[in-house]
C-alpha cells in the first residue's frame, strides 16, 4: 500500500506560480511512474504530467507543456510540479497518483493509488 498526500496549492493571481508536491509512503517510491492530473466539477480528471519510474522520462498535457514541470526527489519520497504563468484555466483540484513500475500514464486506470487532491485557483 502506497499513501500520497497532496500540498501546495492556494489562491494566486493569473502569471504567477506554485509547486505542488506529493509526499508518498513506503520505501520503493523509486520504482512507481508518478502522475499528476486535475478535475474540475462536473468534467472527468484529466492528465497533466507524469514522471516514470524507469529513467525519470516526464511527459505532459499539450495545455501544460513549456509552462508546468513534474521532477520527483527519491531520497525525499516526493514528487513536484512546479506551475508557472497559471492561468485561470488550470483551477482545478490536482491529484498526485502512482502506479508500481508502470510504463504507462496517461489513463486515471494506468494508476493504482490516489491522494486526496488539493485546490488550486487561479484568478483572473
Known amino acids: 500500500q502506497v499513501q500520497l498526500v497532496e500540498s501546495g496549492g492556494g489562491l494566486v493571481q493569473a502569471g504567477a506560480s506554485l509547486r505542488l508536491s506529493c509526499l508518498a509512503s513506503g520505501r520503493t517510491f523509486s520504482s512507481y511512474t508518478m502522475g499528476w492530473f486535475r478535475q474540475v466539477p462536473g468534467k472527468e480528471r484529466e492528465f497533466v504530467a507524469a514522471?516514470?519510474?524507469?529513467?525519470?522520462?516526464?511527459y505532459y498535457a499539450d495545455s501544460v507543456k513549456g509552462r508546468f514541470t513534474i521532477s520527483r526527489d527519491n531520497a525525499k519520497n516526493t514528487v513536484y510540479l512546479q506551475m508557472n504563468s497559471l492561468k485561470p484555466e488550470d483551477t482545478a483540484v490536482y491529484y498526485c497518483?502512482?502506479?508500481?513500475?508502470?510504463?504507462?500514464?496517461?489513463?486515471?486506470?494506468?494508476?493504482?493509488?490516489w491522494g486526496q487532491g488539493t485546490q488550486v485557483t487561479v484568478s483572473s
Open positions: 514522471i516514470r519510474w524507469s529513467g525519470g522520462s516526464t
Open positions: 497518483a502512482a502506479r508500481w513500475q508502470s510504463y504507462y500514464y496517461m489513463q486515471e486506470d494506468d494508476y493504482s493509488y
